[in-house]
Each structure stands twice: as structure tokens, then as C-alpha cells.
């Protein structure tokens, strides 16, 4: 029996917080399903709504639920849905896409220009139950857990990004260890590249991905010179790729220094305003750069899973799990600096 209630964290007023409320459980379409929700992980996105900044202001409708890293089983299915079943096991994609654009038409659902976000734009995933297109329901085989299945999505960025060039062979540079930055490094090294190097000024953030990706080289930028661990690993003219996952604009400025020439770099980090880019540089370099958004559907989704089954072990990521009711814990372990992943628990 699926009540007609539930319990959600919501953005309910315009000002620092979420507030745990009763909300009705969604009414589902006939293209959609409702998914019972068992865990969630709370991104940095859900920093930027509990904060109420400027991007948040201008983006969130009130009231929202907000919440978009899910893991739960499927407990209804609209009436023109294929090919699910109830009490399968799900994560999904939430991004919402339509299906009229060039790039949807093309198959490129990723890259529509329509695209909403749960939790951000529409209602989320902080709750008991959600509902979501059956278009974006991932199944999730057995071994794959459920706090593993909610942080796929934010696994998705860091496989996106990573797997945007070659890296069989390669020597990768990836900028920001947060919690993507960190998986980021894990699927370089899965997938083959020779030296992973990640750097950030935060010492909590590079001793955990020394925890969670084997034989990764971090590197404090405030304390080590990078051209100092250039020459320690024997590279002559430098990284052939780089991940820009910090926003940073000095992280980028010195992944360009440390670039050889030809190379390439995916930026994912969000640099907070507009900010100046020595282009003559990149010219010079003969740099390649590439925007990441999301994740590419559903082809991220599928190669992060068999990646996944195949030994990718980004478990460690998650530094702390709390049961939904006490998300204010959850929300101040992410808010110090001093966590990876936070999971909440629905069950
Ligand atoms: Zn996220």
C-alpha cells in the first residue's frame, strides 16, 4: 500500500536551509514510474539550494523538493510503460529531456536544450517516494548496493568527463579532489592511464583519495610545486590530458601550463562568475577543450556499470550515511569541507 502522504526535505522559503515536510506522494502519468526511495546522496548542487545563493535564487521554483542522486525499487508503473517491473531496483537519470529538439532527435538526449533537473527544476529525490519518465529509470543488477546506485549520478560526471579522450597510456592531470575529482582520478587509472595526478590545497579531500583510488600521485599546490612532481614522475613535457573538476581558475591556468602540446582537456568544474582565459596560450598549445554536462544517456550509465562489475571500487567516496531525519548532520559534514560523499538513508 502506498500511502497518500510522505516525507520530503524541501526548499521552502527563500533563505539558508531545508525543512523535512509532509508533501503529497506524486501522481504519476501514463510514461512514468514511482520509485520508493532508499537512498540518496546529497551533491554539491544541494550545498548551492540549502545555501539559497545567487544561482539558486534565480534557478529553484518555491516550494521545491529538492534532491537529485537516488537509489530505490520501482512500486508503480504508468500505464504505457514497457519493459519495467515492480520491485525493480533503479537508480536514473535526472535529467529531464524532451524529445522534439535536433539533438533528442539525433539521439543526443544529453545535449537538449530543454533539459530540467529534479530537484532543481522540477520536484526531487529527498523523499519517500519520486516520480520519474520511465525514459529515465537505469535498473540496477544485485551487485550493485543501494548507496553505491545513489551516487551514480555524480560517478556519471566523473566517468563522463574522464572517459571524454583516450587515456590508455596517458598521463592525467585532474584539478579539484572533491568527491568527483576523486572518482575522476579512480576511473582514470581503471581505464588505463599511466599517471594519475590530482591536486587541491585541501589536505582532508587529497588524503581520502589517496584512500579510494590505488596509486594515485596528490598533490597540494599550496605546499609542492607541480613542475617539481613533473620531473619526480619523469614527465619530459607534461600531462596529456587534464580533468578541470575544482572551478578554479588558477587550477586551470597551471593545467594549461602543465598541458604538453596537442593536449586536451575536459572542464567540468564551474568557475563562479566569468573569468579571464590566457587563449593565446591555448592557441599556442594546440589545446583541445571540452564542456562537460551530466552524463551522456544512456551510454555514461552503461559504461559506468559494467565499469563497476568489472572492479571500478568507489565505495570509499562515501565518508558518512545518516538516516534522512537527521540530513542536517549530513548537510554540515558536507558544508565543512571535511567529507566525500554523504548518503542519506530512506528506508
Ligand atoms: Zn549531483
Redesign the pocket.
Known sequence: MIANTMTALAKTQPREGLWQVQAPVPEIGPDDVLIRVKAT?I????IHIWSWDDWAASTVPLPLITG??FAGEIVEIGRNVQGLTLGQRCSGE?HLIGSDSRQSRSGKFHLDPGTRGIGVNVQGAFAQYLKLPAFNVVPLPDDIPDHIGAIL??LG?AVHTALSFDLLGEDVLITGAGPIGIMAAAVARHAGARNVVLTDVNDYRLALAEKVVPAVRTVNVAKEDLNDVCAELGLKEGFDVGLEMSGNQAALDQMVEALVMGGKIALLGIPPGQSPVDWSRIVFKAITIKGVYGREMFETWYKMIAMLQNGLDVSRVITHEYEAADFTKGFAAMRSGRSGKVVLNWS
Open positions: 546522496g551533491c554539491g548542487t544541494d537529485h542522486e535526472g549520478d555524480p560526471n
